[in-house]
């Protein structure tokens, strides 16, 4: 069975860091990119980042970008996402995806999800 | 950037209705369209895949047609457990979404 689990979850002040993990199982991780979509509350779906397999190549939203930095460790099946210099426009709920095998570049969509961590960016 | 752009945003409808829900894209984008149901509290479920393929383990009630620029999610028959947010995607591009509540 395919689990996206992720852990890190928490309460940091404006300014402060994060790093939330996405352990995953049930398949092959090193064979899939990766991405982070997030969530604020009451809100719609907002892709963050993404991961190729190898972790050679990485992208990011305009919103995060020389913020937050994706990484991957295959060897430990864990997906990972460093939040830096955090804002309060940054508080939601934080999904890790994967993508199906042959939709990797440009072209995709998500056929599993974790179950979200809620980050909160408050003094 | 592609924008996708949802409506209805809110549906009333009752169990048993056929319900429709509506995507536009900003240009052309083929047949790259994913459909989302998520429920509260819940992270996003894969419903359609490529416009109108199911995905494995959803329900027939859903299907998915349309390519280009405007894209259709459609459920035959409400049932209690479809009363959610749907979500539809083109790679990093969501729509606002469209909640589907009780009438």
């Known amino acids: 069975e395919v689990q996206l689990v992720e852990s890190g979850r928490g309460l940091v002040q404006p300014g402060g860091s994060l790093r939330l993990s996405c352990a995953a199982s049930?398949?092959?991780?090193?064979?899939?990119?990766m991405h982070w979509v997030r969530q604020a509350p009451g809100k719609g779906l907002v892709w963050v980042s993404r991961?190729?397999?190898?972790?050679?190549?990485?992208n990011y939203a305009d919103s995060v970008k020389g913020r937050f930095t994706i990484s991957r460790d295959n060897a430990k099946n864990t997906l990972y996402l460093q939040m830096n210099s955090l804002r309060a426009e940054d508080t939601a709920v934080y999904y890790c995806?994967?993508?199906?095998?042959?939709?990797?570049?440009?072209?995709?969509?998500?056929?599993?999800w974790g179950q979200g961590s809620l980050v909160t960016v408050s003094s | 950037d592609i924008q996708m752009t949802q409506s209805p945003s809110t549906l009333s409808a009752s169990v048993g209705d056929r319900v429709a829900i509506t995507c536009r894209a900003s240009q052309s984008i083929n047949s790259w369209l994913a459909w989302y149901q998520q429920r509260p509290g819940k992270a996003p479920k894969l419903l359609i895949y490529?416009?109108?393929s199911l995905e494995s383990g959803v329900s027939s009630r859903f299907s998915g047609s349309g390519s280009g620029t405007e894209f259709t999610l459609t459920i035959s028959s409400l049932q209690p457990d479809d009363f959610a947010t749907y979500y539809c995607?083109?790679?990093?591009?969501f729509g606002q979404g469209t909640k589907v509540e009780i009438k």
């Open positions: 991961i190729n397999i190898d972790g050679s190549s990485t």
């Open positions: 049930g398949f092959m991780f090193s064979s899939y990119w």
């Open positions: 995806a994967r993508v199906p095998p042959g939709y990797s570049s440009g072209l995709y969509y998500f056929d599993y």
């Open positions: 490529k416009a109108s």
């Open positions: 995607q083109h790679s990093r591009a």
